[in-house]
C-alpha cells in the first residue's frame, strides 16, 4: 500500500497566528514530498518540493518565509503557514513518491485551513 | 496555451452508459500520465497510469495515450452515481528531474441514476 496521512485534518486559527501541518507516509518511506494547495474550485497548485534532509524548493510566487517547510526524515514532513491571512485559507494537500526513480505520488487527505 | 487542459464540464452521463473524459498536454517529452479522482472536500484519488501509447484497462477504467497528438484519455464503462466527482489529469513534465506532476483544471462528471 501507500498511505499518506495528514494532521490536522481542519484548523481555524485568528489572522497573524501560525499553523504547522503534519504529513506522514504511514506504510513507505518517502525520499520526496510535495505541497499542493487548493483553491473552490480549482486545480492542485504545487507549492513545493521537498526531499529528506533538504531544503525545499518552493514554486514561483510561493513565499519561503511564510510558507515553511520541513522534512526531517523519511516518513514526516511539516508545512507551517506563518502569520496567517484570510487570504491564505485554503486546502492544503501534501503527497509523497516511494522512489526517486517513480512518478506515482500518493496524497494525503488534506487540511483544511480557515483564517479568521 | 495551459500546460494540461481539461474541459471543465460539468459532464453529464446517464447511469450505465460510458463517459469519456480529455486531456491534452503541451509538453511533448512528457512521459507519464495520471488519472486522479476528487470527489467534493477530498483530496485526489489515483485511478490509473499510463506511459505507452495505447490503451491501459483496469477494470471499469480504460486510460487512452496518444503522445503523438499530445492527448490522453479515460473511459469510463457502465457509470455509476458513485463516479460523479471532479476527475484530474496529470502530466509529469519531462525537464523537472524531481517528478513535478501539473495537473489541468479537472473534469466534473455527473452520473444521473
Known amino acids: 500500500g501507500a498511505v499518506v496521512s495528514q494532521h490536522p485534518s481542519w484548523v481555524i486559527c485568528k489572522s497573524g497566528t501560525s499553523v504547522k501541518i503534519e504529513c506522514r507516509s504511514l506504510?513507505?518511506?518517502?525520499?520526496?514530498m510535495f505541497w499542493y494547495r487548493q483553491f473552490p474550485k480549482q486545480s492542485l497548485m504545487l507549492m513545493a518540493t521537498s526531499n529528506e534532509g533538504s531544503k525545499a524548493t518552493y514554486e514561483q510566487g510561493v513565499e519561503k518565509d511564510k510558507f515553511l517547510i520541513n522534512h526531517a526524515s523519511l516518513t514526516l514532513s511539516t508545512l507551517t503557514v506563518t502569520s496567517a491571512h484570510p487570504e491564505d485559507s485554503s486546502f492544503y494537500i501534501c503527497s509523497g513518491k516511494k522512489t526517486a526513480t517513480t512518478d506515482t505520488q500518493y496524497f494525503g487527505p488534506g487540511t483544511r485551513l480557515t483564517v479568521l | 496555451q495551459k500546460e494540461v487542459e481539461q474541459n471543465s464540464g460539468p459532464l453529464s452521463v446517464p447511469e450505465g452508459a460510458i463517459a469519456s473524459l480529455n486531456c491534452t498536454y503541451s509538453?511533448?517529452?512528457?512521459?507519464?500520465f495520471f488519472w486522479y479522482r476528487q470527489y467534493s472536500g477530498k483530496s485526489p484519488e489515483l485511478i490509473m497510469s499510463i506511459y505507452s501509447n495505447g490503451d491501459k484497462e483496469d477494470g471499469r477504467f480504460t486510460a487512452q495515450l496518444n503522445k503523438a497528438s499530445q492527448y490522453v484519455s479515460l473511459l469510463i464503462r457502465d457509470s455509476q452515481p458513485s463516479d460523479s466527482a471532479t476527475y484530474l489529469c496529470?502530466?509529469?513534465?519531462?525537464?523537472?528531474?524531481?517528478?513535478?506532476?501539473?495537473f489541468g483544471q479537472g473534469t466534473e462528471l455527473s452520473v444521473k441514476p
Open positions: 506504510d513507505f518511506q518517502a525520499t520526496t
Open positions: 496529470a502530466v509529469n513534465m519531462i525537464y523537472n528531474q524531481g517528478g513535478k506532476l501539473i
Open positions: 509538453d511533448r517529452g512528457s512521459q507519464s
